[in-house]
């Protein structure tokens, strides 16, 4: 399995322009995250999606914020428009819910994340 | 609402001996699970180890350890044998077994950041 694939690696846009994020989970995850990092406030959720349907939005900082899962192996965040306080390195996450017992039991498993810059 | 908390910033560790990170977090939650996450330079997020909070093993993996103290609500990890390769911030993590809304959110905390001097 390649694991978590999020592109692009990098991102350099200007200020006002949008920005979309991708990221294609581990085939069989059913749950599906996007966490952003900053020094300042460490990581923090965003949003979290179940078999493709968002779940908690309350992360997301604010309208200029959006993300979707049209199908199990894709979602997109988008930022319109972007602005320098949204500078961060955004992490998506997949993870199976159920251990053998039907209980939450695995970590979930992070991509590379996206490093962003807003100028 | 759950929180974790890291009181070390960062930490050092002479390559060889051993170091040992903590972690306190707050829940009234019974049943949960705790993580600790590696991030290194190239920023990937890493699953060290993973703990069951039904569990009263302490979870080990190789040179990593955790010393589990739900009474404490303390969860620290112990790394044997370092070596530079655990350079690294480390996050300590709690999920809730719970459904639906927050409660499936993994909740970090700050990071320590570990140095490994050869």
């Known amino acids: 399995d390649a694991g978590v694939i999020q592109s692009p690696r990098h991102e350099v846009t200007e200020m006002g322009q949008e920005v979309t994020l991708r990221c294609k989970p581990i085939?069989?995850?059913?749950?599906l995250f996007w966490y952003r990092q900053t020094m300042m406030r460490g990581l923090e959720l965003l949003i979290y999606?179940?078999?493709?349907?968002?779940?908690?939005d309350s992360g997301m900082p604010e309208d200029r914020f959006s993300a979707k899962m049209p199908n199990a192996s894709f979602s997109t965040l988008k930022i319109q428009p972007s602005e320098p306080r949204d500078s961060a390195v955004y992490f998506c996450?997949?993870?199976?819910?159920?251990?053998?017992?039907?209980?939450?039991?695995?970590?979930?498993?992070f991509g590379s994340g996206t490093r962003l810059t807003v100028v | 609402a759950q929180t974790v908390t890291q009181s070390q910033p960062e930490m050092s560790v002479q390559e060889a001996e051993t170091v040992t990170l903590s972690c306190t977090y707050d829940?009234?939650?019974?049943?949960?699970?705790l993580f600790w996450y590696k991030q290194p330079p190239s920023r990937q997020m890493i699953l060290v180890i993973r703990?069951?909070?039904?569990?009263?093993q302490n979870a080990t993996e190789n040179r990593f350890s955790v010393n589990f103290q739900k009474a404490a609500k303390s969860f620290s990890l112990k790394i044997s044998d370092s070596q530079l390769g655990d350079a690294a911030m480390y996050f300590c993590?709690?999920?809730?077994?719970?459904?639906?809304?927050?409660?499936?959110?993994?909740?970090f905390g700050k990071g320590t950041k570990l140095s490994v001097k050869p």
């Open positions: 996450a997949s993870s199976e819910y159920r251990d053998r017992a039907g209980r939450a039991y695995y970590g979930y498993t």
């Open positions: 085939s069989g995850h059913d749950y």
């Open positions: 999606f179940n078999n493709n349907v968002p779940i908690d």
């Open positions: 829940t009234s939650e019974s049943d949960y699970y």
């Open positions: 703990q069951e909070a039904y569990k009263q």
């Open positions: 993590a709690y999920r809730s077994t719970l459904y639906g809304g927050s409660q499936g959110n993994l909740i």
